[in-house]
């Protein structure tokens, strides 16, 4: 493997280069694309703790440890921002959004969020959500080829636009709003990064005037009348000094926060199913389980999904829905005493750790028991599992999403079986977020 520096170290500093192979951008991303663990697990072979890698014209630094992940996301000496990071990757659709925000603004924001997600939020979102998803998961079609990935995405954004909008809309205004997101999501990735015609980039931003017409449109009825969905919760939320948000921020944070929701809990749900077809006896696990627990989840029951909670944090340790947390350097600093200059993007990512043999026994294993209190291999590094992230930034929504993700698959379990034929392996397309390339096909059959 070729060996080049990403830039020279300050004499006297005592800081060590980072190394990488100074190959062309396509090139790595492609590789990346490709299969991002045997990449990871031959740079760490060649370069140690820590490489670059090209991608999107910039050179991202990638710490290969979890130390160093945790040096970016806690980022104890305030030299990372997310904006520069984050904004060229999906400014153009997500602009605004809280996790496009740093330090002093971001802080004031997430105050004032934080007050929908509250335990008594969060309770009524649960109850609320009880019925619709029963409703919606004994209507999913059974067959011999069901695209799971298609029905949860589906399923996932009517919650959204129930739990988090309030609105009943009609199927076709749903699917309308539906594609705004997944163009916008899809923009974010793609290489072409111009707005020409036909392009991903061309229909995210195309997403993104949809989104900004559909919310606006709704927002003042809204503002008028309080009621239990987050859209109505950010119009009246207030922070202890009574600080609100005004009508962009409103606009702004409802797109972040559903496109933050929706696709993330969808590849959860995707993977947890690929992994309970692939290995039928942990279906049959969480099914024992979810017959012996009411049919309805509250707050109170849901810790007692013990074998779904090993299997969901299982899932998200296999294949994290977001694969990283890209920031830039905004003075010159260091990570694990690696010089960082000013301008550096750097990137934790969570397939670093998830997979890294040093934390965890048989890393490529699905093995749910690893997450069992007398196992605990998550616990070896506050940074051995990080699907949601961590410092500030961590996600703001990850109890909505295990609520969620319990109570569709509480419902499925409880319904239907599914399956995949023996020799089947899913091949997952890493250009966006990371989802199986032919959706997910399964058998599913009424109980
Ligand atoms: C399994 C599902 C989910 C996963 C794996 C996930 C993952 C993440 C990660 C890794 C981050 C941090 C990104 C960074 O620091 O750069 C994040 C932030 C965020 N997530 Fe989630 N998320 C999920 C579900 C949700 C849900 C359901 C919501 C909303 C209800 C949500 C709302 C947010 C928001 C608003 C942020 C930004 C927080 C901030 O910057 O202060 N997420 N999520």
Known sequence: MRRKQLATVPTGSGLK????????????????????????????????????IKSFGLEFVIPLTADGCEAIAMNRQKAFANEPAWGFLIGPFFRRGIMLMDF?????????????????????????????????VAHLPVGDDVRLLDE???????????????????????????????????????????????????????GRRVLEDFFHEHLPAKRATPTPDLFSVLCHAQDEE??????????????????????TSTITLTTMAYYM????????????????????????TLDEFTVLDRIMKESLRLNAPVPGLPRRAIEDTEICGHHIPKGTYVAAIGMVNHHDPALWSDPERFDPDRFMTERAEDKVHRYAWMPFGGGVHKCIGLYFAQMEIKTIMHNMLLRYEWSVPDDYRWELDNSTLPVPKDHLPVRLRAR
């Open 17 to 52: 280069p980072i190394h990488g192979t100074g190959d062309p951008g396509v090139l790595e991303v492609l590789r990346f694309f490709h299969d991002p663990i045997t990449m990871i697990a031959k740079r760490r072979a060649e370069y140690g703790d820590i490489t670059y």
């Open 104 to 136: 002093e603004e971001h802080r004031h924001h997430r105050r004032i969020m934080q007050q929908a997600f509250t335990n008594t939020h969060l309770k009524g979102y649960l109850q609320d959500m009880q019925p619709m998803l029963a409703d919606r």
């Open 152 to 206: 949860f995405k589906q399923v996932t954004l009517d919650l959204a636009l129930e739990i988090f909008l309030g609105l009943d809309l009609p199927r076709a205004e749903a699917d309308r709003i539906n594609k705004a997101f997944v163009d916008c999501v899809g923009a974010g990735l793609s290489i072409i990064r111009r707005n020409i015609p036909g392009t991903r980039w061309a229909r995210g931003l195309a």
């Open 242 to 263: 009574g600080h609100t948000f005004t009508d962009e921020d409103v606009v702004n944070h409802m797109i972040f926060v559903l496109m933050a929701a929706h696709d």
């Open 277 to 300: 077809a692939r290995y039928p006896e942990w279906q049959e696990r969480a099914r024992e389980q979810s017959r012996n627990l009411p049919p309805e989840i509250s707050y109170d």
